[in-house]
């Protein structure tokens, strides 16, 4: 083989051994940019998820530790413009206008919320929907029974053109109704324009919105709608508050027994066993013999509870119904009876459990009441997978 063939054919497998290696570099960076780009969409997902989850902990923080009405929420930051104080876009949560929030629907108040200025992975401000009933105004009265009014459907993308709203076919996503929801809002799309003269159109922002049908969301659709939300539901907001609720009244109560102990007897209110109003029930003693624990509510006829619980601002408590939603059993040589046993065993001491099945005392003992406890306070419940769990407070 002459010097010349050799040559051509070193340089032929050279050649294909370049276009080798030129191929595999072009698929690896073809599949490390593929790897680059489900990470960062990951990351970016993460992002959002945790600003929302931020933002949401933070609502229901708020409205577990509001003062004068616990579980309001304040009034998105939309409207109020007061130059210098508190105008559009600045975090602050809108004022009143009159009874009611100015607008249902704008940006999370974060500043109000303690929070920092939170951004969606797009760079874009959290949006904030607030049911009327939930704004932090007297006029309204906010209890364990009050309902959420917002609802989400979920479309996909077979709808028509001229699609009703939410779309042609909603499927309803939770039964029941949500206190508030929080938007990301994520990145531009076609028609939208968010400029400094747009930042506070929703329009330009999200497609979950309907201002025409405000209560009812379009949660799920095609690519047409890059909106992330979270929800908040009376669940997650009572679950905390009646916590709050049950500290305030074990407190009350340990007053109570103070200033009954320097009366001369230490002693607990007795239960109204039933209640003519939300606000009014009356502590009837029962005729002998007395049961050894008694049920009912805390009395609104009690002269010294009433004192207490005014001395410690809880005027919210009958002006937004709580009296009613709070169950009472206490043990009856506690509350002035002449038992036989001494004042704290009785509710250890009974044969029955007195709450229902999912009943769970703060505490960790499910249906159980320990030795000592005088009294025990408990509510309605919240959501707990598929049924409500109940929430009882002992006092001991």
Aim: aromatic share 6%.
């Amino acid at each position: 083989m002459d010097r010349y063939t050799l040559s051509r054919r070193q340089y032929q497998r050279g050649h294909t051994l370049l276009a080798m290696v030129t191929a595999f570099g072009i698929f690896t960076t073809a599949a490390v940019t593929a790897l680059g780009s489900v990470t960062l969409g990951e990351r970016q997902s993460g992002k959002t998820s945790a600003v929302l989850a931020q933002a949401k902990q933070a609502l229901i923080g708020r409205a577990a530790s509001d003062a004068n009405h616990p579980g309001s929420l304040p009034c998105p930051d939309a409207a109020t413009n007061i130059a210098g104080n508190n105008v559009p876009n600045d975090g602050i949560a809108d004022l009143l206008s009159g009874p009611v929030c100015p607008s249902s629907i704008g940006r999370l108040p974060w500043r109000t919320l303690g929070l920092p200025d939170l951004r969606d992975a797009d760079g874009e401000r959290l949006w904030y929907l607030l049911a009327p009933a939930y704004q932090d105004s007297t006029s309204k009265i906010i209890n364990p029974g009050t309902s959420g009014q917002i609802s989400g459907y979920a479309c996909d993308d077979s709808a028509t053109a001229a699609q009703s709203w939410p779309c042609d076919n909603p499927r309803l996503v939770a039964a029941t109704p949500w206190v508030a929801v929080v938007f990301a809002p994520g990145k531009l799309l076609p028609a939208q324009i968010r400029d400094v003269a747009h930042a506070g159109d929703f329009a330009q922002f999200l497609e979950s919105y309907n201002p025409s049908d405000p209560l009812r969301l379009r949660t799920a659709a095609g690519a047409a709608h890059n909106d992330r939300l979270t929800t908040i539901s009376a669940d997650d907001i009572f679950a905390q508050v009646q916590r709050r609720v049950a500290t305030e009244i074990q407190r009350v109560q340990s007053k109570y027994l103070a200033a009954t102990a320097a009366q001369g007897q230490a002693r607990l209110p007795w239960p109204a066993v039933a209640c003519a109003s939300s606000t009014l029930c009356e502590g009837t003693p029962l005729a002998p013999p007395l049961p050894a624990t008694a049920r009912g509510y805390l009395p609104s006829d009690d002269a010294l509870l009433n004192q207490i619980m005014a001395a410690q601002g809880m005027t919210w408590f009958d002006h937004n119904h709580w009296r009613t939603t709070v169950t009472y059993l206490v043990d009856a040589s506690c509350a002035g009876a002449a038992g036989t046993a001494p004042c704290g065993t009785a509710l250890a001491a009974t044969d029955t459990r007195p709450f229902p099945a999912g009943t769970t005392l703060v505490g960790g003992h499910l249906n159980t009441i320990g030795t000592g406890t005088r009294a025990v306070i408990s509510f309605a419940g919240v959501a707990g997978g598929s049924a409500k769990t109940r929430i009882a407070f002992a006092l001991q």
